[in-house]
């Protein structure tokens, strides 16, 4: 859960609502996630995947968009 940046006016805020995942990117709307992996998710509504990286302390600092055959890394601001 969170607002991670991935440029400087485009970031994706990922939420809990009812024991389901939800992410949504800036000026878009909020999709399910659906989990495949302990930290990776894909969408059903594009074709795009995210993965989430912890620091040191086992909390997660960062997420990476997989999307259109790029690897687009986001840092968590909130």
């Known amino acids: 859960v969170g607002t ?7 970031s994706i805020t990922v939420t809990v609502e009812n024991g389901k ?6 000026g ?3 999709l ?6 302990e930290d990776s998710f ?4 594009v ?3 995210l993965t989430f990286q912890k620091n040191e302390a086992g909390k997660v600092n960062q997420l990476t968009l ?3 055959g790029a690897n687009v890394p ?3 601001v909130k």
């Open 4 to 10: 991670y940046e991935l440029q400087p006016t485009f």
């Open 21 to 26: 995942i939800f992410g949504q990117a800036t």
């Open 28 to 30: 878009q709307p909020k």
């Open 32 to 37: 399910e996630l659906f989990a495949y992996a």
């Open 42 to 45: 894909f969408l059903k509504a």
């Open 47 to 49: 074709k795009a995947e």
């Open 66 to 68: 997989h999307q259109n």
């Open 74 to 76: 986001g840092k968590k």
